[in-house]
């Protein structure tokens, strides 16, 4: 069953009247339990393709296809709400918000949905369990390492169990033994039915993934 | 109360309530866990805003204030008798004693009696064909025991004393007659006058007396600097009054800001068909009431620039801090925390940095500022200018920074909240 497909989806950059076409009519199709990387070079459009199946940028034309429901126009509140309650996010920075602890980092899209301030707490540690890192419940990202600030954004990203866990080059930051832990982690999360599409650039980590789609000049070159 | 995860509605729609929690929690967590220096800055930037929105104009306030409290503690009380236009004395004066003390608020009243006169000195060694030194002068008579009673005059003797019962050939002038005060404004003043000095007083019927001078009187009334005071019974001997003749009543009341009430007791009683019964403000006149009017005026254009002033700084502050957060509000947005609690959490910060800006504000302006005018009043010629801030005048610019600090916070996080998120996650 599709999770999420795209048909003809372009995104164009104007600079001035000067268009510059970050990709050029993607058609992807990701299937409910599916780990797919995507991956190629420097400027092939990646993570645009990211941004563009998270709703965090808006696609110049193309459909965004989620059960059988095109939400790549959707307004901007509705996009958030569907953010909110579909879709997790890794980011390459981690993305943490500064003066919140570890905890609060993952309690806030739990508040979001409407859990108390306790039992988002109570979820905040069982997921910082899971991930390894009860004992840093009470830190500040700049209490955390980079490999743990990395799994404090996994443990945000799937605290409000998304459909689908969206990972911007979530390795690029760290060194290969916290690159390899956080691989596992995400294989651990998708041998558990979770759906993620991943960018990366280093082929041992798109290796793992089900499925490895090639990015060139904003074209799908291979599905392998 | 809190909702199950799986209680969200089918298009996932945020509640207000949610918005504001999370909106509290994000603005909170901010204040406790930001930059102390960046918090401690724009906490002492709104409190010196506050302050400058209230001190330079409660001081012009103060200074008409102090004016005012004068004019009526010193010289009119806060309720005047005068006689009708046509006539020189009050109507049926020991009616209106009697019905002023039996009205509630009544404290105290002195009647006066008024002459011009010609004052001299050094007429001893007047020389044939040569000048000496006089000057024109209105001479109120009083009665020393009720004028202490009404007014506290006797403590503005700045040489020698005041009159005391019995002295009826003593007399006490005012410092600008004296030579004491700026004769810039109001003329002569009589040379080289002491206390000791003998004055000879011509009157307009053409009595001369001559008074031993006790006191010099220098208030920040400046018509009553102009004045000389001798006693009541001295001046109904000088013309030849024999019965009870006043030419105005002070009347002091507990409340000189109900003096309006007061006066309205005695118009029920039809005692404004024989006299004229005014309050200190209309006693002031037309002219003074004008300058209270127009130093108001000047007070509230000093404090809209510095609200303005004030305003654009809180904006500032509050949009830099917001603009310099653009990438993690770009972040909230992407993890799908509404545009409406990311707004609320910077009004919430705006109006925290408010409160306790201004609560300091507070502090300093009641515990530090006021306590020290009090003490230390700003000499005008005409008033002691102190701080004079009231509930109400403070109540109303704290209420314009809390709006300004509402705005400050909304605009900055709308706009950002309203662009693209990618944009805002990477700078562009």
């Known amino acids: 069953m599709i999770a999420i497909k795209t048909e003809n989806l372009i995104k164009s950059y104007f600079n001035g009247k000067v268009e510059t076409k970050a990709l050029k009519g993607i058609n992807l199709a990701v299937k ?23 709703l965090i940028d808006n696609p110049t034309s193309g459909k965004i296809i989620i059960e059988q429901k095109d939400i790549s126009h959707f307004s901007q509140k509705d996009r958030d709400n569907f953010r909110l309650n579909e879709f997790g996010f890794v980011f390459q920075d981690y993305a943490l918000i500064p003066e919140l602890t570890a905890a609060e980092n993952i309690m806030l899209p739990l ?49 409000h169990k998304p459909k689908i866990l969206f990972a911007d080059e979530p390795t690029a930051n760290l060194d290969s033994e916290k690159s390899h832990q956080l691989v596992s982690l995400l294989l651990e999360l ?21 499925r490895l789609v090639y990015l060139r000049d904003g074209l799908i070159t291979s599905k392998v | ?26 603005a909170n967590r901010s204040v406790k866990r930001g930059n102390r220096y960046v918090t401690f800055l724009i906490i002492a930037i709104l409190m010196l805003i506050f302050l400058n929105m209230v ?43 009697n019905f002023a003390k039996s009205l509630p608020g009544f404290v105290a009243l002195s009647p006066h009696l008024q002459s011009a006169a010609k004052l001299e000195i050094d007429y001893q060694e007047k020389k044939v064909g040569s000048e000496v030194s006089h000057v024109s002068a209105s001479l109120e ?44 404004a109001f003329g002569e003043a009589l040379q080289g006058v002491q206390v000791g000095s003998k004055v000879l007083a011509t009157y307009g019927n053409g009595v001369q007396r001559e008074y031993t001078v006790v006191g010099i009187l220098k208030t920040k009334v400046a018509i009553m600097n102009l004045e000389a005071f001798v006693s009541m019974k001295e001046l109904d001997d000088v013309l030849g009054i024999t019965s009870t003749q006043y030419s105005n009543i002070s009347i002091k009341i507990q409340d000189p ?21 005014e309050t200190w403000i209309d006693a002031e006149g037309s002219a003074v009431n004008d300058i209270n009017t127009a130093m108001g005026f000047i007070g509230n254009i000093v404090g809209a620039i510095g609200l303005m002033v004030g305003s654009i700084t809180i904006f500032i502050l509050i949009f830099v801090n917001a603009v310099s957060r653009r990438k993690y509000i770009g972040i909230l947005k992407a993890i799908g925390i509404s545009s409406n609690s990311i707004i609320i959490s910077y009004i919430f910060q705006g109006l925290f940095y408010t409160l306790i800006g201004v609560t300091l504000g507070l ?47 909304l605009l900055p996080a709308y706009l950002i909240t309203r662009e693209n998120t990618l944009d805002a996650i990477l700078g562009r």
């Open chain 2, 141 to 184: 008579g009083l009665d020393p025991v009720l004028e202490n009673q009404t007014t506290p005059i006797a403590n503005y003797v700045s040489e020698g004393r005041f009159l005391q019962p019995g002295d009826t050939d003593k007399i006490v002038l005012g410092s600008i007659i004296a030579g004491r005060g700026s004769t810039i």
């Open chain 1, 111 to 159: 508040m979001m949905k409407g859990l108390s301030k306790k039992d988002a707490e109570r979820k905040a540690l069982e997921i910082l369990e899971r991930v390894g890192l009860s004992a840093r419940f009470g830190n500040l990202p700049s209490q955390l390492s980079g490999g743990e600030q990395q799994r404090v954004s996994v443990a945000r990203a799937i605290s």
């Open chain 1, 190 to 210: 998708n041998k558990k039915g979770q759906t993620i599409i991943m960018v990366t650039h280093e082929e041992e980590y798109g290796k793992v993934a089900d």
């Open chain 2, 257 to 277: 800001n109900s003096a309006d009430r007061f006066k309205s007791f005695f118009y029920n009683a039809g005692y404004n068909l024989q006299n004229r019964i």
């Open chain 2, 55 to 97: 001190a330079v104009g409660g001081l012009l306030l103060g200074l008409i204030q102090s004016a005012n409290k004068g004019y009526y503690t010193l010289y009119s009380g806060a309720v005047r008798v005068r006689p009708p236009e046509e006539k020189t004395y009050i109507q049926f004066p020991d009616q209106i004693i």
């Open chain 2, 363 to 409: 502090g300093v302006l009641y515990l530090g500022l006021i306590p020290y005018f009090n003490v230390h009043p700003i000499d005008f010629p005409f008033s002691d200018a102190t701080l004079y801030v009231t509930a109400d005048y403070a109540g109303a610019r704290i209420a314009l920074l809390f709006v300004v600090a509402f705005f400050s916070g």
């Open chain 2, 1 to 26: 109360m809190a909702k199950s995860q799986d209680s969200v509605s089918a298009k996932g729609s945020v509640s207000t309530h949610d918005s504001l929690r999370i909106g509290f929690f994000l």
């Open chain 1, 32 to 54: 409910h339990g599916e780990f797919v990387a995507i991956m190629g070079p420097s400027g092939s459009g990646k993570s645009t393709l990211l941004y563009q199946l998270g």
